[in-house]
């Protein structure tokens, strides 16, 4: 078994939307560059394990093909609707890299078991059966820390075994929020092969145009919420109190706050992990402006929802081709004229990383209400960074997003903020240790 990781395994850490995708795709294209010289290289890449993460890493590739042909990219899945080369099993991805005309230099997969399970197992036969159409394999992973420790996976003792491979060349991990990286075993030590990881050398890093934390207008409100008759309307939805915490600080910070909905503002509340919640955040919203416009997104629905001139709500299917989210969303505002109306956008996982919702056509976001009273600070710093980015340049005069949290939750995303910047600062092209980690 490995015991260094030194020479393969290195961490990209970046405040969140900062663009680790990009580090990761400079990446690709540098070793793609140096094919003729160190030999043909395969680049596997692990998504979110959403579709909607997929689609977006995918279409940041998509270029690319353009560039070098059609076969260049191949997403890995069951189901693949769209124009990129489209790989549903081992035995297919296998047989392609017997032909040099057919196997691509990119495969994009989701982050789930079937999948880390399919794609170490083709390294693993690449390194005994060696071709001239592969010679060197590099991994990539986003968000690694949200799949590092799940069991079923098991990813992490899978990175470890994987690493002996000589025909595997590098791996690339992101996440704005590694600390469970460095997570103690069952005899409270680190794994060796954990205990020091490399810091990704950026080079030409800068944050001259991020819209952060220190950006935005915070206002901190601990809303008591601890009666029955504050909650009594959703207990029929058997919530437990931290969700319908969450309802009812939405609720009362858009009451006490009517211009959070006023023509031409853009407002992220996300909800919680249950469906149920996202619907119900929904219906407040009309309820206090019938007007609003409203983007629900989770794995079953992903939809705009706004009443027409009729008066009727319509509902429009958000279906990713090859645009950002964000841009997609302002299309259909654009189209259906409504784009001066309030906007407001929730869901949970399949916003609570990676994703992109703000963009250029869509713009930046006026209001976000993180109404939390019980959530791990990942999960919040992600959620948080829907709203941040490099979007400075987008105007003379860019939008002060006003933040509606509570106390704790504000100083939560302001260090976890602070943590992923001090990295990059202190470390950049370095060795992390755990000890290390707890002094940022």
Known sequence: MTTCNYNKFSLCVLPT?????????????????????????????????????????????????????????????????????????????????????????????????????????????????????????????????????IKKTDL???????????????????????????????????????????????????????????????????????????????FSEDLHYSELYNIEYARITLKENPDILSKYTKTFIPATRKRITHEIIRDIIFDINPYAVVVTLNGKEKSIKYKNNAGIYDTINIVISTEELGDLIAHHLNVNNIMFRPLVITGYLCVGMGQTLVSKNLGPFTSAIYGYDNINKDTLYQLFGRITGRIKTWSDNTIKTTVYTTVKNSLICKKMEECARNIIYKYNGKDLEYNNILEL
């Open 17 to 149: 939307q900062m663009g680790k995708t990009f580090i990761a795709i400079k990446k690709i294209l540098d070793e793609i560059e140096n094919d003729t010289t160190k030999g043909s290289s395969v680049h596997i890449v692990f998504t979110m394990n959403s579709l909607l993460n997929n689609k977006q890493f995918a279409n940041r590739l998509s270029y690319i093909n353009k560039e070098h042909g059609k076969n260049m990219i191949g997403v890995f899945s069951s189901i693949y609707k769209g124009d990129l080369l489209h790989i549903n099993s081992l035995c297919k991805l296998i047989l392609l890299s017997k032909d040099e005309f057919k196997m691509p230099k990119i495969i994009v997969a989701c982050s789930n078991n079937r999948r880390f399970t399919d794609c170490f197992k083709y390294i693993e036969y690449l390194e005994q059966n060696p071709t001239n159409i592969v010679k060197r394999v590099f991994l990539y992973f986003d968000e690694i820390h949200k799949y590092i420790s």
């Open 156 to 234: 992490r003792k899978k990175i470890v075994d994987i690493s002996d491979k000589q025909i595997l060349h590098g791996i690339l991990a992101m996440t704005a929020t590694p600390d469970i990286l460095w997570k103690k075993n069952n005899n409270d030590k680190i794994d060796e092969y954990w205990k020091k990881i490399k810091i990704t050398d950026i080079d030409d890093y800068n944050e001259n145009n991020y819209y952060g934390w220190n950006d935005m207008i915070i206002n901190t409100n601990d809303i008591l919420i601890n009666t029955e008759e504050d909650l009594e309307t959703y």
